[in-house]
């Protein structure tokens, strides 16, 4: 027996357990595009610059990032939304994802960004993979990223960078970082409002989305992406706190919202309490901490791992 929407007479296509409602297909878009809106209107302060990234992959929530950003944003006078895509170099994964994206950036006029992990790095994520000893593929992939996003972001005078992540990603990585004691990472998380010399600030406008809800919302609007699994994802530390998060939403709907909620109540307080650090630059060029920034460190411990194991 089929279900109506609670605000129309046709059929609904979701039922929002935390909150009860029952969406048809247009009321569900709306709903999903309502809370972006106002997450955008929060995050975005155009007086940075009228030039934003955004971070795609070609995966559902990068590509619903990508066509919101720009039929919200895009809608502005003078802003103008640029898509980066990174190269991570993982064979018959990455070259499909990346084609989905030139498309759509194609059909909507978009300018399209490309940049080469190998090129940037020195090394690709399938070299990388098979080397791995202490950190998993996702924690090299993860931070050589972060670098080529933010380097180009900053070569394009972007005045912030879009990413993708979405409620459940918002939540594994809070509770992450809770449980190893990273406070003071928690303190950086963002989307950010204070800004540091290099560092392009992070906008986040599915951070109240769902995992779920990104992945209906695409297929609802006829939206193309990519829906492979990265190959390497199998050893990410994450996927234990994911299925925490999911446990938990399971049993209670509405837990991944509240532990956002419940961050976004100590944000102000750990943010009052851990200054912004002083930066350096790297030797690539990156800001950093300390004498090296957290690539070039991931890089040149595995060099020497190689290395060593070459001569034994």
Known sequence: MSVTCDHCSSEAITFIRYNGSHLCDRHFMSYVERRVKKELRAQVDLSRGMRIGVAVSG????MVTLDLVHRILGKIRDVEIHCISVDEGIEGYRGPSLKIVQRYCQEHSIPYHEVSMKENIGIDMDFIAPHCVEHSPCTYCGVFRRKCLNAKARELGCGHLATGLNLDDTAQSLLMNFV??????????GPHTKIQPGLI???????VIPEKESYLYA?????????DECPYADAALRNQYRWITDELE????????????SYEKLAPLLRDNIPAAELHSCRCGEP???SKCRACALLDELMKKLKKSENE
């Open 59 to 62: 995966g559902k929530d990068s």
């Open 180 to 189: 190893r004691g990273d406070i003071e990472r928690m303190a950086r998380m």
């Open 201 to 207: 600030p992070r906008i986040q406008p599915l951070r």
């Open 219 to 227: 297929i609802a609007t006829g939206l193309d992406f990519h829906d």
């Open 250 to 261: 399971s049993r209670s709907p509405g837990s991944k919202f509240s532990i956002l909620s």
């Open 288 to 290: 950093t901490l300390g």
